[in-house]
């Protein structure tokens, strides 16, 4: 039965729509009806600003968080359910009970889990994830790139059988969520944020 309300109690966490919240509550603006209409991290950079899509980005982080904590802290419970509980709370960012069961690519709400998990392994993964940000200006590209090397960490360095399925889990999660982004990628139409490599390549051939 604990089990049970921690995964519910995960899934209501993760289906909080921080960037929904945000856009409206402070830019009179709904995130769904702009940009692409994610109401993720990267849309709301793109629509609402640099900060307005920080504080999503660590909103979204601290749902995984909190969600996946739960079992040691409230229980005392071996490590191994931060991950499960934790994935509770990827579905109700991805499928909101509180927007219609849309939602985000969980892409910050899987590195909450992670942070939950392995504080040291979370800081590793964003490393990664930020200098392919950085190398790409792409958050799609960075993602879907991101995700096997860490699970590839997962299985190799740190020999975790549960955080290996759980990371190769997510990994396909993570590419089914971003199909509509592999399209665009191929036209050549996919957005790119205004930092980094790619931006700086993007502008200086439109000059």
């Not at 402070?26 to 702009?34: E, L, N, P, S, Y």
């Not at 904590?69 to 931060?82: D, G, S």
């Amino acid at each position: 039965m604990k089990i049970v309300i921690m995964l519910i109690v995960a899934y209501l966490i993760g289906s909080i729509p921080s960037g929904v919240i945000i856009g409206k509550l402070f830019f009179h603006t709904d995130i769904r009806q702009a940009g692409s209409g994610n109401i993720g991290t990267t849309n709301t950079y793109r629509v609402l600003g640099p900060v307005a899509g920080t504080i999503v980005m660590a909103m979204d982080i601290l749902k995984g968080t909190l969600a996946a904590l739960q079992p040691a802290v409230l229980f005392h419970m071996a490590n191994r359910y931060t991950l499960l509980i934790g994935l509770a709370a990827i579905l109700g960012h991805t499928f909101s009970v509180y927007i219609g069961f849309k939602g985000g690519k969980a892409v910050a709400t899987s590195a909450g889990i992670l942070l939950a998990y392995n504080w040291e392994f979370f800081l590793i993964a964003s490393a990664i994830m930020f200098t392919l940000v950085y190398i790409t200006s792409m958050v799609s590209v960075a993602s879907m790139t991101a995700f096997p090397i860490v699970t590839l960490i997962a299985i190799f360095y740190y020999q975790d059988p549960l955080l290996s399925i759980v990371a190769l889990v997510l990994t396909g999660f993570i590419f089914y969520r971003h199909r509509t982004n592999i399209a665009r990628i191929k036209n050549g139409t996919e957005s790119l944020v205004h930092f980094g490599l790619g931006w700086r390549r993007k502008r200086a051939k439109s000059k």
